[in-house]
């Protein structure tokens, strides 16, 4: 799924083994909503709490989860769950 010629875009990997950059690149292609977090189709609760057990985790945490970090600034932070809430009750 990844182009491994292309380091360049390399520029840190989570304990899941995700490069940031790439997962970013990847849901946008598949058109999936960034903020719902479990990737069930739907933006409700259930990602609200994905992140808010993840919340205040950066890269290399223990409660690190890439997907939780909707606005990829390698955080997971009020900012977030906002983009979160702003979304609620979307689907796809
Ligand atoms: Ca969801
Ligand atoms: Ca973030």
Redo the contacts with the bound molecule.
Sequence with gaps: MWNATDTGLYVATDIYGYNCTEFFKIRAATGSILSDINGDGEVNIKDIWAVAYAFGSYLSHSRWNPF??????????I??LY?IAKDYGKSV
């Excluded at 939780?68 to 932070?77: C, S």
């Design positions: 939780a970090d909707v606005n990829g600034d390698y955080r997971i932070t900012v977030d983009l």
